[in-house]
């Protein structure tokens, strides 16, 4: 019988089983969950012939390497990056061929963030909540990768794409993230309205799946105290008491009881999740209350 596994050669800084996510439990206090990149992820599986849902593996950064213990097909999307078989360069943004036991290397991003890793068959680890997805905040789905580790892959369903390299967007010089300010812009002076959506922020290295983190000017509250905590969804921003803007992603936290100044549209998040940090974010306005 075919063994159908990868074992993981190299883990990588932080490389995660990511699929579509687990929508529909905030009420339970669980995230949504899923690939940042979700059009990255999706792209990957149609060049190997998986459903939109499939699980892939996700990277940040410095990539990972895995041994399928069967022929697969592979892509990577996302995050450009070099791409090795056993050593030898392979096509990124397309499918390639991977023999049993030889080593896909998925190096480190040349430009963007993450990089996302599709097999023939998709990442079959066991599904929580309907997800296979990691979370890093409530500790759901498998755990991070890890060197040594065995992943199960499930059962080719179709042929991969015939294409020679998929175009992809490439990873943002400058994030322009469109909000829609509210519900709590109230919380905030009307100069500090002003400077979020004139001003030009940096990310900061300190952001995660969790949310992204900003540098750049403090945003003055117009109100003292903190609010009871709040339903919060994806693309939130919420301004912590340093004033700085954080905009929830993937894993983000269901409550929080810092105001929420403005929402970032769902289109916009994919490129968040590319953006290196120091790169330029502005947030525009594209409806007001």
Not at 35 to 61: I, S
Not at 94 to 120: E, F, I, N, T, W
Not at 185 to 212: C, E, H, M, Q
């Amino acid at each position: 019988m075919t063994d159908r596994a990868l074992a993981v050669v190299r883990a990588g800084g932080l490389t995660t089983v990511q699929d579509q996510g687990r929508p529909g439990h905030a009420h339970l206090g669980v995230p949504r969950s899923g690939a940042l990149d979700a059009p990255a992820a999706a792209l990957a599986n149609r060049l190997v012939g998986n459903p939109p849902g499939a699980a892939v593996l996700e990277t940040t950064l410095n990539g990972c390497a895995v041994r399928p213990r069967s022929t697969v097909t592979v892509a990577v999307a996302g995050a450009p990056c070099r791409v090795t078989v056993d050593a030898r360069p392979v096509a990124w943004g397309a499918p390639v061929r991977v023999p049993a036991g030889a080593v896909l290397d998925v190096g480190a991003a040349v430009r963007g963030v993450r990089s996302y890793v599709a097999v023939s068959g998709g990442i079959a680890v066991e599904p929580v909540l309907g997800s296979r997805s990691t979370d890093l905040l409530s500790g759901l789905g498998p755990p991070p990768l890890t060197d040594g580790a065995v992943l199960s892959l499930g059962r080719v369903v179709g042929p991969h794409a015939r294409v020679d390299v998929a175009p992809q967007p490439a990873p943002p010089a400058e994030l322009v993230l469109r909000v829609t300010l509210g519900p709590r812009d109230d919380w905030f002076t009307p100069d500090a309205v002003r400077t979020f959506t004139s001003r030009t922020y940096r990310v900061s290295a300190a952001g995660n799946r969790i949310g992204l983190r900003t540098e750049g000017p403090s945003l003055e509250r117009a109100r003292a105290g903190e609010l009871p905590s709040e339903g919060v969804v994806l693309g939130a921003v919420q301004v912590p008491p340093d004033g700085r803007p954080v905009v929830f992603l993937a894993d983000h936290p269901t409550t929080g009881g810092y105001p929420v100044l403005a929402v970032v549209r769902a289109a916009d998040l994919p490129a968040a999740a590319q953006a290196v940090p120091g790169t330029p974010v502005r947030f525009v306005a594209v409806r007001r209350r």
